[in-house]
């Protein structure tokens, strides 16, 4: 029997990971179930029944050549809502990994290409890192029940590994010291890295597989070079 | 870390947020006095730790948010919908670094309605893109004298120093 993406190829429908019910794009109703659940139906053209249809039609150029894939925020409602199981979500990421790196629209690609270069999606040097962070925990230290508090950079054999969101040390140092109040109560052994800090990994939004593996691989690899027994899952 | 180094869970434990915070209170490492915050909270669940992760990993993490909620606020109520049900903030996916603001708050609608529906006076999630889509949209619509917490930051706020 010929599918409608056999007749229609669309590198798009092939890449795209399945949800665990494994069902393909071809299953779509069309019923618009998605479309009701997606809060940005309907936004600057956006609409995940339009997008699905787009694949299945095999106008693959289109999509990656239109903002939409960018509008989207990833949430799952469509796919929550989907009475087929189609991978909408996946669909739309693997859209966003074949746009041109250099026309990812705003921060989401420099990030990542930083981030790769530097060890942080800031760009920031380690010793400007050792300032920040050194300057807010002497700043908690002042804090009655936190006398004693310093932050322990790449101890070997700690307990955890904890990493940081970079907003935290670029705008948001006042949100620095929650972790460290917790850690400092509970007598916790833990460490933050003062190289490849980055928790977070921007590889997830801009569709780039390679990227993320390399952020993943850098957790591994401080655990493996300070031999440290668990590891605390970037907030 | 599951797909591209599956050998890592032989050698190492690795945790959530959730499960730290729940172990630390439940063994009595941390101790919390819940008079501390007096507003009405309401929960915000993200996208990534709800839907997307009963997914990907066959578990939400619904109940242990919760659970230290529960711990450390003494009036706290669930947004409608919730759970797996809950509205997106609007600024997942990245949308936060992109340049597309107007669509993103846009977006927010339905969770500042949520929000308003609830009386609540303080936010309480545990995201960064959360966090910051949230304290826009609340900025955007003239209501951010409702502050915005992280759900660790309640637990630290609230934290009973020996």
């Known amino acids: 029997m010929t599918t409608i993406t056999d007749r229609n190829p669309s590198d798009i429908t092939q890449s795209a990971p399945l949800r665990?019910?494994?069902?393909?794009?071809?299953?779509?109703?069309?019923?618009?179930?998605c479309a009701a659940g997606c809060p940005i139906t309907g936004i600057s053209g956006f609409d995940p029944r339009k997008i699905v249809r787009m694949v299945l039609l095999g106008r693959d150029s289109e999509l990656i050549d239109s903002p939409l894939p960018w509008l989207c925020t990833m949430c799952?409602?469509?796919?929550?809502?989907?009475?087929?199981g189609i991978n909408i979500v996946n669909i739309i990421r693997t859209a966003r990994g074949m746009v041109e790196r250099e026309k990812v629209p705003g921060m989401i690609h420099k990030g990542v290409a930083l981030g790769?270069?530097?060890g942080n999606n800031l760009g920031l040097p380690e010793d400007d890192f050792?300032?920040?962070?050194?300057?807010?925990?002497?700043?908690?230290?002042?804090?009655?029940?936190?006398?004693?508090?310093?932050?322990p950079f790449d101890k070997k054999g700690a307990n955890l590994l904890h990493t940081l969101h970079n907003k935290l040390v670029n705008t948001q140092n006042e949100d620095l010291v929650h972790w460290w109040k917790i850690f400092h109560v509970a007598g916790e052994d833990w460490t933050l890295p003062s190289v490849n800090w980055e928790g977070v990994n921007w590889g997830l939004f801009s569709g780039d597989d390679a990227a993320m593996k390399v952020f993943v691989e850098r957790i591994v690899e401080h655990m493996e070079?300070?031999?440290?027994?668990?590891l605390m899952y970037p907030e | 870390m599951q797909k591209w180094f599956p050998e890592f869970f032989?050698?190492?434990?690795?945790?959530?947020?959730?499960?730290?915070?729940?172990d630390y209170l439940k063994s009595g490492r941390i101790k919390i006095d819940k008079t501390m915050i007096t507003q009405r909270a309401a929960y915000h669940d993200p996208c990534n730790y709800c839907r997307k992760s009963e997914e990907?990993?066959?578990?939400g993490y619904y109940e242990e948010p919760r659970w230290i909620l529960g711990q450390c606020v003494s009036d706290w109520v669930d947004l409608f919908p919730s759970k797996a049900n809950q509205y997106c903030c609007g600024g997942g996916g990245g949308t936060l670094l992109t340049p597309f603001k107007e669509e993103r708050i846009h977006y927010g609608r339905k969770k500042i309605e949520q929000i308003r529906r609830c009386g609540a006076e303080m936010i309480i999630l545990p995201c960064h893109s959360c966090h910051g889509q949230i304290k826009a949209l609340l900025a955007e619509n003239e209501i951010d004298h409702i502050p915005v917490k992280y759900l660790w930051e309640v637990v630290a706020d609230a934290l009973v120093i020996k």
């Open chain 2, 10 to 22: 032989d050698k190492y434990g690795a945790f959530t947020v959730f499960d730290l915070l729940v």
């Open chain 2, 56 to 59: 990907m990993f066959g578990h």
């Open chain 1, 76 to 84: 799952g409602k469509c796919e929550h809502a989907c009475p087929m």
């Open chain 1, 225 to 230: 070079r300070l031999e440290i027994k668990n």
């Open chain 1, 20 to 33: 665990p019910i494994g069902s393909i794009t071809d299953m779509c109703l069309a019923c618009g179930a």
């Open chain 1, 130 to 151: 050792r300032f920040i962070i050194e300057d807010v925990a002497e700043e908690l230290a002042g804090e009655p029940g936190y006398e004693d508090f310093s932050v």
């Open chain 1, 116 to 118: 790769l270069e530097t």
